[in-house]
């Protein structure tokens, strides 16, 4: 297959891509800079970051397209000042649109439209079970940009295209993401409770991602929002107890809210409170996990 990704040098675009090229799909990455690959199926073409409207990049891809995966955003984790939360929204939605106008001018029909998106969707509660037949309205600067990014997505389907909105939970990896810094402070005896310790994380192993994004892209029955979680969320206490036990390390350190709030600002939330998410959609459909508890997920991470 041919298989377009923006993003594909993040995080999760990179993992999936050493899958595709494995399986000898030829991978498109758009990138801002030029880049020559070194794999016979990886090919980078490169756009221009400061005209979305230039959509010149299309004239490197081949005849059709199967599979589109939309990843391409700044990151969460640099600090939310008003100008870099702007980015975090722009950088999505200038993207989606771009690929909407070269599917809309091109008449290319890829199998799906992946779009990435979080459960950052859900508001953060430590009572309620959300999955994805909840329909909710923005509560807080997250949400506002899960709604307004699967909503520049949604243009999509006016083309007849299947369109899928992949609700990312926290994911687990060793080398990215929040992992590797709690490994050092869990390290560093540092390890334990955060804030109330009651906040809810819906989980999930980088490779369970992955398998996921390709599943929902073969798919014919999958469209609209897919939780990709782990079948079973826990309790922070309860996450702090299971990496402890994996590192061998003291599980007794506090980290109060207020510390926190004041490192990292608004995005402290991210650690701070959570949403009880169910992956409904990829349960009902059969996707087999290959880590659907925790224990099996870190235990498999820290073993390499």
């Keep these: 297959m041919n298989i377009l990704i923006s993003g594909g040098t993040g995080f999760i675009g990179s993992h999936l891509t050493n899958v595709l090229k494995k399986d000898r799909h030829h991978v498109y990455i758009l990138s801002r800079q030029s880049k020559s690959s070194e794999h016979p199926y990886v090919h980078y073409i490169k756009y221009d970051e400061d005209n979305y409207n230039d959509l010149s990049w299309t004239k490197e891809l081949p005849e059709e397209i199967d599979l589109v995966y939309n990843f391409s955003g700044a990151s969460l984790n640099n600090k939310w000042t008003d100008y870099y939360k702007d980015l975090i929204l722009s950088s999505r939605l200038n993207m989606t649109n771009m690929l ?26 430590k009572l309620v079970e959300y999955d994805e037949y909840d329909v909710l309205s923005p509560n807080d600067f997250l949400s506002t940009v899960v709604n307004k990014w699967e909503g520049a997505a949604r243009q999509i389907e006016s083309l007849g295209i299947r369109t899928v909105y992949t609700r990312f939970g926290l994911i687990l990896s060793r080398e990215e993401g929040a992992l590797p810094i709690l490994e050092k402070l869990y390290k560093a005896n540092l390890g334990g409770n955060i804030a109330s310790s009651r906040q809810w994380y819906s989980w999930i192993h980088i490779d369970d991602v992955i398998n996921a994004l390709y599943f929902v892209g073969l798919n014919q029955d999958i469209d609209g929002p897919v939780n990709i979680t782990a079948p079973v969320a826990v309790r922070q206490k309860e996450f702090s107890k ?52 925790l224990d099996q997920a870190l235990e498999q991470i820290y073993s390499k």
């Design 100 to 125: 909407y106008q070269w599917l809309f001018d091109s008449k290319i029909k890829p199998l799906a439209f992946v779009n990435a998106s979080a459960i950052g969707y859900y508001p953060t509660s």
């Design 242 to 293: 299971v990496l402890s036990a994996v590192l061998g390390t003291p599980n007794f350190f506090k980290t109060p809210n207020f510390l926190l709030n004041s490192l990292l600002g608004e995005r402290s939330m991210l650690i701070t409170e959570g949403q009880k998410v169910h992956p409904r959609r990829l349960l009902n459909n059969e996707f087999k996990y290959l880590y659907p508890t």
